[in-house]
């Protein structure tokens, strides 16, 4: 009987409790990281994010959002006006051992991720275009359950009959 192995762990990024496990036999590898539950997603200001930055790896936070604050002033903003929404992080892959008769391995990497950036203060030109918000999807799997929190469609599903 092959040896069997297991990790896993709980933490949050961008406010959203994920989990993330990894599991080892003789021949497979499978990883996975994906959120516990979608509903608890919170929204995060970029100032909170270079907060906890800073308080990692021990670097002056005012510097830090001075420097934000510098570059999104050219759009009217402030690190603490940016917000994100996390809305999907998933990332699987499973590599099994060379038991193809090329003996090749097989490997299958699925992902997405999607993220919503907002602010209080739409950005662009009043009476021409003013973005509030945009979002970031980036995905390859067809996994139903996943594609549904994107907050994203393909753009065939978009278009009217």
Request: net charge negative; with cysteine; proline share 2%.
């Amino acid at each position: 009987m092959a040896t069997k192995i297991a990790v896993g762990m709980n933490a949050q990024f961008l406010k959203t409790d994920v989990s993330a496990y990894v599991a080892k036999d003789d021949k497979t590898l499978e990883i996975l990281v994906c959120p516990t539950n979608m509903q608890t997603s919170k929204v995060c200001t970029l100032g909170e994010i270079v907060e906890d930055i800073a308080k990692q790896f021990g670097i002056k936070e005012d510097e830090m959002k001075d420097k934000i604050n510098t570059a999104c002033s050219i759009f009217d903003l402030t690190a603490d006006s940016l917000k994100f929404n996390l809305h999907q992080i998933f990332f699987y892959r499973k590599s099994a051992g060379a038991e193809t008769e090329g003996g090749e391995d097989t490997v299958i990497t699925e992902f997405a991720f999607s993220v919503e950036i907002a602010s209080d203060t739409p950005i662009g030109l009043p009476g021409i275009l003013t973005i509030s918000s945009f979002y970031l999807c980036v995905w390859n799997t067809s996994r139903k359950q996943v594609l549904d929190t994107l907050k994203m469609d393909e753009l065939i599903n978009l278009l009217p009959n």
